[in-house]
T-cell receptor, first 112, second 114 residues
Framework: GNSVTQMEGPVTLSEEAFLTINCTYTATGYPSLFWYVQYPGEGLQLLLKATKADDKGSNKGFEATYRKETTSFHLEKGSVQVSDSAVYFCALIGAYGNKLVFGAGTILRVKS | EAGVAQSPRYKIIEKRQSVAFWCNPISGHATLYWYQQILGQGPKLLIQFQNNGVVDDSQLPKDRFSAERLKGVDSTLKIQPAKLEDSAVYLC????????????FGPGTRLTVL
């Protein structure tokens, strides 16, 4: 079946550091890929998405590129802020569009 | 635009008791989802409704969990009887129409079974 693997956290960075959170997936065909974010005390919200190979999703300074050859969708941000502290989830919807499958989540802590 | 509403936010019960959660989706959203998120794991889909019909309930433990969406709007998820392993956050989400539309999540209900 479809699955998503994320790097384990927590990831702790200083403000203005570069962020990478790794995500790889297993799926048949060409899934759609997503990053969701959960800020403390709030519900999950969509951060960005990409629906085909080589697409780049971007939002709020975050970016991720859909790499079919490495089955990856790594999340990056050039300069993190304290307000980016949250839990980040990589997810996919399979090519046959049945359900949203999430990774385990990665906790990000940014120190000032 | 109002978001997805859920209640209660927190619930503590003893094992073998029953519990119910309520969800009100975004107005006009035809599709509603219930997810279970166990601590340290990503959300797992329990059931998906399209209007008031069930699209997918393959991961719903039907011997103890039930869900309904009367009139295609609000939904309730019930657990009866609860087990210790049901301790989790129960998330409700809604989307405009299909699985490929963006899902909007509520704040969740944190259930603790003692």
């Amino acid at each position: 079946g479809n699955s998503v693997t994320q790097m384990e956290g927590p990831v702790t960075l200083s403000e203005e550091a570069f962020l990478t959170i790794n995500c790889t997936y297993t799926a048949t065909g060409y899934p759609s890929l997503f990053w969701y974010v959960q800020y403390p005390g709030e519900g999950l919200q969509l951060l960005l998405k990409a629906t085909k190979a080589d697409d780049k999703g971007s939002n709020k300074g975050f970016e991720a590129t859909y790499r079919k050859e490495t089955t990856s969708f790594h999340l990056e941000k050039g300069s993190v802020q304290v307000s980016d502290s949250a839990v980040y989830f990589c997810a996919l919807i399979g090519a046959y569009g049945n359900k949203l499958v999430f990774g385990a989540g990665t906790i990000l802590r940014v120190k000032s | 635009e109002a978001g997805v509403a859920q209640s209660p936010r927190y619930k503590i019960i003893e094992k073998r008791q029953s519990v119910a959660f309520w969800c009100n989706p975004i107005s006009g959203h035809a599709t509603l989802y219930w997810y279970q998120q166990i601590l340290g794991q990503g959300p797992k889909l329990l059931i998906q409704f399209q209007n008031n019909g069930v699209v997918d309930d393959s991961q719903l433990p039907k011997d103890r969990f039930s869900a309904e969406r009367l009139k295609g709007v609000d939904s309730t998820l019930k657990i009866q009887p609860a087990k210790l392993e049901d301790s989790a956050v129960y998330l409700c989400a809604s989307s405009l129409s299909s699985i490929t539309d963006t899902q909007y999540f509520g704040p969740g209900t944190r259930l603790t079974v003692l």
